[in-house]
């Protein structure tokens, strides 16, 4: 069994900063990639940014110089730091792992935190 949780949204001013953070737990023989996502209300979910096993970093146009993507590999923990927050920022974000559990490969998703950037 795997488990995703991912902690660390909230409410904050435009302009504000957070830090989302990802931990994977369970049966985890390997972890290929780990990513970023956020769903707005009425949008599809979109990719953030994600980052491989080996480190290599991939922004979405909207996040590149103020997110940074990075992980604790040791742990198995991924991290989200977001800068200059807009309102446009405004999202549920889940954490994706693409994550080798005993035999399988899979990915998993976790269930998502909150992040309101309002005055």
């Known amino acids: 069994q795997v488990h995703i949780v991912e902690s660390g949204g909230g409410l904050v001013q435009p302009g504000g900063s957070l830090r989302l953070s990802c931990a994977a737990s369970?049966?985890?023989?390997?972890?290929?990639?780990m990513g970023w996502y956020r769903q707005a209300p009425g949008k599809q979910r979109e990719l953030v940014a994600t980052?491989?096993?080996?480190?290599?970093?991939n922004y979405a146009d909207s996040a590149k110089g103020r997110f940074t993507i990075n992980r604790d590999s040791a742990n198995n923990t991924m991290y989200l730091q977001m800068n200059s927050l807009k309102p446009e920022d405004t999202a549920v974000y889940y954490c994706?792992?693409?994550?080798?559990?005993?035999?399988?490969?899979?990915?998993?998703w976790g269930q998502g935190t909150q992040v309101t950037v309002s005055p």
């Open positions: 980052i491989t096993s080996g480190g290599k970093t």
């Open positions: 994706n792992a693409d994550l080798r559990v005993l035999l399988h490969r899979q990915e998993y």
């Open positions: 369970g049966s985890i023989r390997i972890i290929y990639g």
